[in-house]
Structure formats: C-alpha cells, structure tokens
C-alpha cells in the first residue's frame, strides 16, 4: 500500500518505520524543522532500534519524507493521522492538530485518499464527526479508528508484536485495506465500530493507570502494617484474572498518556453527567504520590531549606528521553516551593532545559554532598552502581529507592555496613525486619 502518515511523534515515527518494514511506501509528513532532522537521521526520540530502522526503510527507498500534506497525499492508498492530541482548556481534547490536517485534505482537489486511518487517540463520536464533516465538503472517504497500543521504551516491538489490532471501521472494504496494511503482523485482530473502538482506547489506558494506583494504595497500607508489597503484589499478579503486569509500586506513573487520557474520559463522562470515581480515585492517588515520598524526606531532615537533593533519573521511564508528564517534574516543582537544590543525572536526558536543576554527568557526581539521593526512574544502570561508594561522596547518607531498583544484598550492606537510611516504597524500612527478610 502506498501510506502518507502525518506526524512523526512516537506513535507517528515508529508507525512508519514498521510500516515500511512490512513492505509499504510511507510518506511520513511533519514541520519543515523536524523534516530537516528526519532526513538526515537526526531523532529527538530516544528510542531503541528506531534509528538503525528508519536508516534501513531509507536506504530500501520505502520510507520518505515530506512537508506538504496535500503533495504527499496525491497517490496515496491510505492516509494516517498521528498528531498530538493534548488536554485543552476545560480539560477538553485539543483537536486543533487534526482540524488543520483536515482543513489542507479540503483546500486542494483530488488529494483527500479514499482511507483516512485515525491513530490518535481522540474522543469517543469523533471519526463519525470528521467522516461527516468530509463528506458535507463532498469528500468520500472513510475515517477508521486505529488506535495504537505501543509503549514508550519498547515501540517496536510493541509495534510488531501486539496483543491485539483493533479496526473501528463501518465497511468491508476499509476492513479489507486493514487487513493488508497489517499483513505480516500475527495478532489477533478485533473489528468493531468506530465509537467502542475509540473508548478501548481510552479504557486501555485507563485500566493501566488503575492497576498502578491500586499497587500504590495497597504499598501504602503494607508500609502501615509491616507487609512487602513486592510479595504482596507477586501474589496478587499469579492469578490470572489479575495478571501480573503494571502492578509495580513507586512514585506513580507519568509520561504523556495516562493523565492525559483519565482526564479527556473524565471530560466526556461529565459530558454525559457521569463522574467515574474509579477514575477520579485513580489520578488522586497517583498525584499524591511525589508529595508523599518528599515528606518522607523532610521528617528525616526536619527543616528542608538548602538541603541538596541527588536525582537519578528524569525521564518518566527507562529507554526513553521523554520526560512530558515526567514524576521528576512534580518533585522538581515541590523542591523548589521547599529551597531544595537539586541535581540530577540521566543516562539520556542530558543537557536539558529544565529550570532550575543542575545536571551532572555521572551518578557519582549527582551523590557527592548529596544530603539525599532519590532514585527516579528505573534505568538498569542505577542497579548496578558501587553504591558503597555512592553513599560514601553523600553528606547525609539517605536513599529513598522511587521504583525498588535495589537488591535486598544491596540493600542490606548499605543499611547494616555503611549505615545508610533507606526509605523504600511499599515495604518496611526498619532495619530489623529487613535483616530478616534477606537472611530467611
Ligand atoms: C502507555 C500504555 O502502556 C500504552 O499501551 C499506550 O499505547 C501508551 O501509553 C499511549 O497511550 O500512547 P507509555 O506511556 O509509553 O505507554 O508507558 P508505560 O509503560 O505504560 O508506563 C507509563 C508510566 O507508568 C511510567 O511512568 C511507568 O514508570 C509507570 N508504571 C508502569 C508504574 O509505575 N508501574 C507499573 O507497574 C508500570
């Protein structure tokens, strides 16, 4: 099939490249600067294997790149609308993005394809709003809902290795032009209509979010009454109505999805008088986490101003550089309401533009005079730092481990030999117990 993709964002970028990857033409369409990067294989994205990928798709001439909507739509079997959709005013979806993608299909005759494939993620009702909206402009064409599953850190093999393919569409022949646009992917494929496949999206995610402020809930409780929710969690996970997976207490989840995505449901279940307490409980426990675990901190120093917080990890999970939506940015803001310094150190998030932290360039650094350190993201680097030496360069050795990255042998030497305070999440500190657990 011959593909025009508007937008080169995560789910945008990593579309075309395994599109292309599974034999296709892709025109991939963005700004004029971020086309400029693109065609010299400058990525903004860090993300694993995208680059050797999109190199490849290139050189193979199945992947191009282009400004013009309307140009790179002439030909096309199919276009793909892969734009931001953020969270407005009112807590609305923004769908300026995809209005403009619209606008320039209708300003130029004969370039609007028969398939327009919607893979951001967008508000329940509104494909069957653009469908009629092209059609009143005397445009026939299909708009599908297509939503996308992929997460940050794993895009490609998330990509190419679904779950499940989800086709909200209303005629044989759009789900006929899907069927051969996934050719080559084996996943089970789910067809519906456009509205219930927007909300699986929407539900998707939402269920995620929900699992993860459940484990965080229940890691509070363990903290009250001297359980582990590491073993509480394992246990929960084995049943396989439960399931395992995103059950892994913290700091919360961050990124540019699940807050997002709560808060358009939230919108649309207000719209229709509902208010959906799961959800709201869901985001609530999730905001609270940061500040939770900064009071942790302050109770041990007792007065928090000028104290130098160490911080490792920006970005809002391991393998990526993305840090929209970032926990670190909720603790950054809290540091500064509080005259905490802080630095920090990422494996990839370097030389950013963030006010107001001081960026080292290793961990080491980030722990020297530290009168804390905090472990932000879960970089597998961070496990396996000398952390004798790391609790050694800090002032005041306490370590408040954010996503439980360190091992119980670890743990133990840094607690009972270096005489290190270490705060974990959703299991008890004392020393004591943590003796106990490691020697059974
Ligand atoms: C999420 C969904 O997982 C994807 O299925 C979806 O396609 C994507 O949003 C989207 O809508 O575009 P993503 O935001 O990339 O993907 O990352 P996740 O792996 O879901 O992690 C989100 C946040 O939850 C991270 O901050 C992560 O650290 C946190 N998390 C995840 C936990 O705190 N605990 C867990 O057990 C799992």
């Given at each position: 099939?011959?593909?025009?993709?508007?937008?080169?964002?995560?789910?945008?970028?990593?579309?075309?490249?395994?599109?292309?990857?599974?034999?296709?033409?892709?025109?991939?369409?963005?700004?004029?600067?971020?086309?400029?990067?693109l065609?010299?294989?400058?990525?903004?994205?860090?993300?694993?294997?995208?680059?050797?990928?999109?190199?490849?798709?290139?050189?193979?001439?199945?992947?191009?790149?282009?400004?013009?909507?309307?140009?790179?739509?002439?030909?096309?079997?199919?276009?793909?609308?892969?734009?931001?959709?953020?969270?407005?005013?009112?807590?609305?979806?923004?769908?300026?993005?995809?209005?403009?993608?619209?606008?320039?299909?209708?300003?130029?005759?004969?370039?609007?394809?028969?398939?327009?494939?919607?893979?951001?993620?967008?508000?329940?009702?509104?494909?069957?709003?653009?469908?009629?909206?092209?059609?009143?402009?005397?445009?026939?064409?299909?708009?599908?809902?297509?939503?996308?599953?992929?997460?940050?850190?794993?895009?490609?093999?998330?990509?190419?290795?679904?779950?499940?393919?989800?086709?909200?569409?209303?005629?044989?022949l759009?789900?006929?032009?899907?069927?051969?646009?996934?050719k080559?992917?084996?996943?089970?494929?789910?067809?519906?209509?456009?509205?219930?496949?927007?909300?699986?999206?929407?539900?998707?995610?939402?269920?995620?979010?929900?699992?993860?402020?459940?484990a965080?809930?229940?890691a509070?409780?363990?903290?009250?009454?001297?359980?582990?929710?590491?073993?509480?969690m394992?246990?929960?996970?084995?049943?396989?109505?439960?399931?395992?997976?995103?059950?892994?207490?913290?700091?919360?989840?961050?990124?540019?999805?699940?807050s997002?995505?709560?808060?358009?449901?939230?919108?649309?279940g207000?719209?229709?008088?509902?208010?959906?307490?799961?959800?709201?409980?869901?985001?609530?426990?999730?905001?609270?986490?940061?500040?939770?675990?900064?009071?942790?901190?302050?109770?041990?120093?007792?007065?928090?101003?000028g104290?130098?917080?160490?911080?490792?990890?920006?970005?809002?999970?391991?393998?990526?550089n993305?840090?929209?939506d970032?926990?670190?940015l909720?603790?950054?803001?809290?540091?500064?309401?509080?005259?905490?310094?802080?630095?920090?150190?990422?494996?990839?998030v370097?030389?950013?533009?963030?006010?107001?932290?001081?960026?080292?360039?290793?961990?080491?650094?980030?722990?020297?005079?530290?009168?804390?350190?905090?472990?932000?993201?879960?970089?597998?680097?961070?496990?396996?730092?000398?952390?004798?030496?790391?609790?050694?360069?800090?002032?005041?050795?306490?370590?408040?481990?954010?996503?439980?990255?360190?091992?119980?042998?670890?743990?133990?030497?840094?607690?009972?030999?270096?005489?290190?305070?270490?705060?974990?999440?959703?299991?008890?500190?004392?020393?004591?117990?943590?003796?106990?657990?490691?020697n059974l």
């Open positions: 099939m011959r593909l025009t993709i508007i937008g080169t964002g995560y789910v945008g970028l990593v579309a075309a490249v395994c599109l292309a990857k599974l034999g296709h033409i892709v025109t991939a369409v963005d700004r004029e600067h971020v086309i400029q990067d065609r010299v294989h400058k990525l903004t994205i860090w993300e694993p294997d995208l680059q050797e990928m999109l190199e490849t798709c290139r050189r193979d001439g199945r992947l191009s790149f282009d400004i013009d909507i309307a140009h790179a739509s002439r030909d096309a079997d199919a276009l793909m609308i892969a734009v931001g959709t953020p969270i407005g005013v009112n807590g609305q979806t923004d769908l300026s993005q995809i209005d403009d993608v619209i606008a320039q299909l209708k300003q130029v005759d004969g370039v609007c394809p028969p398939l327009i494939i919607m893979k951001s993620t967008v508000p329940v009702g509104t494909c069957d709003e653009l469908e009629a909206n092209l059609l009143a402009a005397g445009l026939q064409t299909e708009v599908v809902f297509n939503p996308e599953f992929l997460r940050q850190g794993s895009a490609i093999n998330d990509f190419m290795n679904p779950d499940r393919i989800v086709f909200g569409c209303r005629s044989h759009a789900k006929a032009a899907l069927h051969q646009l996934y080559g992917i084996n996943a089970p494929i789910q067809v519906c209509d456009r509205r219930s496949a927007e909300l699986i999206k929407y539900a998707s995610n939402a269920f995620l979010a929900m699992k993860i402020s459940f965080n809930m229940i509070d409780v363990c903290e009250g009454y001297d359980a582990d929710n590491r073993q509480v394992q246990g929960v996970g084995a049943d396989r109505r439960i399931g395992p997976h995103f059950l892994r207490d913290g700091i919360g989840y961050g990124g540019s999805c699940f997002k995505d709560l808060q358009s449901l939230l919108t649309s207000k719209a229709i008088g509902r208010s959906l307490p799961l959800l709201e409980a869901t985001a609530q426990i999730n905001e609270e986490r940061i500040p939770q675990l900064l009071e942790k901190l302050i109770s041990l120093w007792g007065n928090p101003r104290k130098r917080l160490g911080v490792l990890g920006i970005s809002f999970k391991p393998n990526t993305d840090v929209r970032a926990p670190f909720t603790l950054l803001r809290l540091c500064h309401l509080y005259g905490i310094e802080v630095q920090t150190f990422d494996p990839v370097q030389h950013t533009s963030i006010d107001g932290v001081i960026q080292m360039d290793t961990a080491y650094e980030v722990a020297t005079d530290a009168d804390a350190i905090i472990i932000m993201t879960e970089w597998p680097q961070f496990a396996e730092l000398d952390w004798v030496l790391m609790a050694r360069l800090m002032h005041q050795p306490i370590l408040l481990d954010g996503r439980n990255v360190l091992s119980d042998e670890v743990i133990s030497r840094l607690m009972l030999v270096e005489n290190v305070i270490y705060i974990p999440v959703g299991r008890p500190m004392e020393r004591a117990k943590l003796t106990l657990s490691v």
